[in-house]
C-alpha cells in the first residue's frame, strides 16, 4: 500500500513524499487517515529535530510521519486483532502510549517517533502496542474532524482533572476544580481556551464564576458570540470577558469580579512569565494555578509567591496532554452533542499545505488547522471562504455551509469538501 505523508528529516525539514507502507503483520493494522488537526507541539518538534524529547536520533535516515490529532478508518485487521476490531470502523488514536521499550522509551508516540503511524498522511500501519497499550479508540461521532478533536479536548479534559485542592489539617488532595468556586482562564480564548471554556460550561463539576482573559480584542470578541453569559448563566455560571491589554493592574480588575477575593482555579493558557506570574497572584487560599501552556524554551521560568504557598496552601500543577481516559471522555461528550469543538477550527487544508502551516504555525492567526489528508488544498481561513469562493466554487459552497452554521465548520462542510476537493 502507498501512502502520502508528511515526514521529518531534522529541524525544520519536513517533506510530503509517497512512499510504499509495508504488508501488515499478524499484530498490526492498516488504516486510512481521513483528518488531522495540527498541533503546536508538532511545530515545537519540528524546530527541535531529534532534539525533541520525543523523537529518534536516527530521523535522517529513519524519518517519522508527523501528526497526532487524527481520525480514519480501519482497513486491514491483523489476525491478532480480529476479535476486537472490525474493517470499516471508525478510530482515533491517544499518541500517549506510555510503555517502557519503545524506539525513544516511555515518550514514544505517534506523530513523533514512528515511520509508519502519524497523522499527516494517507494510510498508516498501526504498530501493536498502540492497541496492547488500549490507545486505539473506537469512535462513534458522524464527523471525522470531531474524532481529530478529541486529542486536544483531552488535554483541556485532563486540566481539570489535574487540578487539586486540600483541606487544612490534611494531607489529601481532592482531585478536580473547586465545585462552586472561582476560577479564571488566562490568555484563554485561543482554540485550547475556548475548548476550556465549552467543557467548563457543560460538564458535571462547575464553578460559580468565571473571568477569560487575553489582549486579543477580536478573539475574546468571538468568543463572547460563542460562548455568551447568558449561555453561562444557564448552567449557573457568571461568565466575563476582559481585555488585560491595557490594564495597570489586571491582578486588581480581576479580583474585582470576585468581589475583590483571589480565585480557587486559574489555568494559564500562554507561556508568558507576566501571564504566569499575574496566575500565581490572582490565588486565594488553596488556589491552584495549572501551567497548561507548553513552553519551548527549557530555561522558561516564572517568579512565584512562596510565602503564599507556606501560608496560604497556593500551588502550581501542570499538565501535558489528556490520558486514555481523557481521551474515551472527550470522544463520548462529543459524540454526544454535548460540547462543539468545532469552534476551534478556523483554518481548512489538504495534506500538501502541512509543511509550510507546521513551519509558520505561530504566526498564522486563528485557532486549529484543520487537515483533510486524502485532498489538495491550500490552508483557508473559514473567514475567507465567500472572498475566494468568488473563483472556486468549492469554497463559494463552503462559505453558504459553514455561514448557515454560525462561521463554524461542520458535518455538511467536511461531507461537502470530501466529495468534490481535488484528491492528492
Not at 153 to 175: E, I, L, N, P, R
Not at 202 to 231: M, N, S
Request: charged share 20%.
Amino acid at each position: 500500500m502507498k501512502t502520502k505523508a508528511v515526514r521529518m528529516y531534522g529541524v525544520k525539514d519536513l517533506r510530503l513524499e509517497e512512499f510504499e507502507l509495508p504488508e501488515i503483520k499478524d499484530d498490526q493494522i492498516l488504516a486510512k487517515i481521513v483528518s488531522d488537526s495540527i498541533c503546536m507541539s508538532s511545530y515545537k518538534a519540528a524546530i527541535q529535530g531529534n532534539g525533541h524529547k520525543r523523537v529518534p536520533e536516527d530521523i535522517a535516515e529513519n524519518p517519522v510521519i508527523i501528526g497526532h490529532e487524527f481520525c480514519g478508518e480501519l482497513i486491514e485487521i491483523g489476525s491478532k486483532w480480529q476479535n476486537k476490531f472490525k474493517s470499516g470502523q471508525k478510530f482515533s488514536i491517544q499518541p500517549a502510549i506510555n510503555y517502557a521499550d519503545g524506539p525513544v522509551g516511555i515518550l514514544s508516540a505517534p506523530g513523533y517517533s514512528y515511520t509508519t503511524i502519524g497523522g499527516e498522511a494517507t494510510y498508516i500501519v498501526i504498530p501493536n502496542e498502540v492497541m496492547e497499550n488500549d490507545c486505539l479508540l473506537d469512535y462513534h461521532g458522524d464527523s471525522y474532524f470531531y474524532g481529530s478533536l478529541a486529542e486536544p479536548v483531552s488535554c483541556v479534559v485532563g486540566t481539570f482533572h489535574a487540578m487539586y485542592h486540600t483541606k487544612q489539617g490534611s494531607y489529601v488532595h481532592h482531585m478536580g476544580i473547586k465545585e462552586g468556586g472561582a476560577m479564571a482562564l488566562l490568555a484563554g480564548v485561543g482554540p485550547m481556551g475556548l475548548g476550556a471554556i465549552d467543557y467548563i460550561i457543560h460538564c458535571d463539576r462547575k464553578p460559580a464564576l468565571i473571568v477569560v482573559t487575553d489582549i486579543d480584542q477580536d478573539r475574546l470578541d468571538r468568543a463572547a458570540l460563542i460562548y455568551t453569559e447568558e449561555e453561562a448563566k444557564k448552567n449557573g455560571i457568571k461568565l466575563h470577558y476582559l481585555n488585560t491589554r491595557d490594564l495597570k493592574d489586571p491582578v486588581s480588575k480581576i479580583k474585582e469580579f470576585n468581589n475583590g477575593n483571589g480565585y480557587d482555579d486559574v489555568i494559564c493558557f500562554a507561556p508568558v512569565k507576566p501571564v504566569v506570574e499575574q496566575g500565581d497572584a490572582l490565588l486565594g487560599d488553596d488556589g491552584c494555578l495549572n501551567f497548561f501552556a507548553g513552553p519551548s524554551d527549557t530555561s522558561f521560568s516564572a517568579a512565584l509567591n512562596f510565602y503564599n504557598i507556606h501560608y496560604s496552601s497556593t500551588h502550581v500543577v501542570g499538565t501535558s496532554g489528556g490520558n486514555t481516559d481523557d481521551m474515551r471522555e472527550s470522544l463520548e461528550i462529543m459524540a454526544a452533542g454535548k460540547i462543539n469543538p468545532s469552534t476551534m477550527v478556523t483554518h481548512v487544508g489538504g495534506i500538501d499545505s502541512v509543511v509550510e502551516t507546521t513551519l509558520n504555525l505561530p504566526h498564522i492567526p486563528g485557532g486549529k488547522k484543520l487537515i483533510y489528508t486524502g485532498i489538495s488544498m491550500p490552508l483557508t481561513a473559514i473567514t475567507d471562504f465567500e472572498d475566494k469562493g468568488k473563483n472556486d466554487p468549492v469554497l463559494a459552497k463552503l462559505a453558504e455551509i459553514t455561514q448557515n452554521a454560525g462561521g463554524l465548520w461542520c458535518k455538511e462542510a467536511e461531507e461537502y469538501l470530501l466529495a468534490n476537493a481535488k484528491p492528492i
